[in-house]
């Protein structure tokens, strides 16, 4: 990938995570939209979909991403980070090869297959665990508990000089550190990323540490697919197969009084 001018970097090992702030516009959006989905008493749980031993877990809507903005951010920030990919190491070459109609075509697109919200209080976390059926991932800050207790051993991490160490930071969990001077095992993302998106493979394993204290940890995550546009072009065409088989059926059936 290139870094400036005159210097590409190359780590076609490397799992890449890439992190964008939201636009604050867009950010407060979030926060409003997951309020009123928590607040719903008709919200869709997706806690049994999801690793989390947290108790509120909720689908966002197709409609609810579409009319709030946040499907084309989604997008928009899903094809940045599918470009980054092609870029590294000689990925390109090798997709090119192994896949009819390769990246060199640029015949490929994406879409948002899921996305959820995750309502995290004291003592609740997420074990480690990937996500299935997709190709990327993303994850959201949106909260991050201001009253929660000091870490028993008070550790701090390199990247913050507060006392909650670990408690409530997402990790990602690398493929370990084989070069202790050019790899390191994880990357921590504690309070200082409230507001920032991380976009990663959906097979890199991650995890949320658990809290003490009062408050709220709340993130927004979604999945993404990268597909070629035949298969975008497929997919539309089976969905306007099965609306009009069901609008046909529903009408066939009201004729029969079912």
């Given at each position: 990938?290139?870094?400036?001018?005159?210097?590409?970097?190359?780590?076609p090992w490397a799992q890449l995570v890439a992190t964008?702030?939201?636009?604050?516009?867009?950010?407060?959006?979030?926060?409003?939209?997951?309020?009123?989905?928590?607040?719903?008493?008709?919200?869709?749980?997706?806690?049994?979909?999801?690793?989390?031993?947290?108790?509120?877990?909720?689908?966002?809507?197709?409609?609810?991403?579409?009319?709030?903005?946040?499907?084309?951010?989604?997008?928009?920030?899903?094809?940045?980070?599918?470009?980054?990919?092609?870029?590294?190491?000689?990925?390109?070459?090798?997709?090119?090869?192994?896949?009819?109609?390769?990246?060199?075509?640029?015949?490929?697109?994406?879409?948002?297959?899921?996305?959820?919200?995750?309502?995290?209080?004291?003592?609740?976390?997420?074990?480690?665990?990937?996500?299935?059926?997709?190709?990327?991932?993303?994850?959201?800050?949106?909260?991050?508990?201001?009253?929660?207790?000091?870490?028993?051993?008070?550790?701090?991490?390199?990247?913050?000089?507060?006392?909650?160490?670990?408690?409530?930071?997402?990790?990602?969990?690398?493929?370990?550190?084989?070069?202790?001077?050019?790899?390191?095992?994880?990357?921590?993302?504690?309070?200082?990323?409230?507001?920032?998106?991380?976009?990663?493979?959906?097979?890199?394993?991650?995890?949320?540490?658990?809290?003490?204290?009062?408050?709220?940890?709340?993130?927004?995550?979604?999945?993404?697919?990268?597909?070629?546009?035949?298969?975008?072009?497929?997919?539309?065409?089976?969905?306007?197969?099965?609306?009009?088989?069901?609008?046909?059926?529903?009408?066939?059936?009201?004729?029969?009084?079912?």
């Amino acid at each position: 990938m290139q870094i400036d001018e005159n210097w590409h970097v190359n780590a076609p090992w490397a799992q890449l995570v890439a992190t964008t702030k939201m636009p604050d516009e867009l950010f407060k959006t979030t926060l409003e939209l997951t309020d009123k989905i928590y607040e719903d008493a008709n919200r869709d749980s997706a806690g049994a979909s999801l690793a989390g031993q947290i108790d509120n877990e909720y689908f966002i809507s197709q409609e609810k991403l579409l009319e709030s903005g946040l499907m084309d951010y989604f997008i928009e920030m899903t094809i940045k980070y599918w470009g980054t990919v092609l870029t590294n190491g000689n990925l390109w070459q090798y997709l090119d090869k192994k896949f009819e109609n390769g990246p060199h075509g640029f015949n490929y697109a994406c879409r948002v297959v899921s996305a959820w919200t995750v309502h995290q209080f004291e003592n609740e976390y997420n074990p480690i665990h990937n996500h299935a059926n997709c190709k990327i991932s993303a994850v959201m800050h949106l909260k991050f508990p201001e009253k929660a207790e000091p870490a028993r051993k008070g550790h701090t991490t390199s990247d913050t000089d507060d006392k909650s160490g670990l408690d409530g930071n997402l990790v990602f969990t690398g493929m370990g550190a084989a070069d202790e001077w050019c790899t390191a095992p994880v990357l921590n993302c504690n309070a200082a990323t409230v507001g920032m998106l991380h976009l990663f493979p959906s097979t890199l394993g991650h995890a949320v540490y658990p809290f003490r204290g009062k408050g709220e940890r709340r993130s927004l995550s979604f999945n993404a697919d990268v597909i070629s546009k035949k298969q975008v072009e497929a997919i539309a065409e089976q969905e306007k197969i099965e609306r009009n088989f069901a609008k046909d059926y529903g009408h066939k059936n009201a004729k029969m009084g079912v």
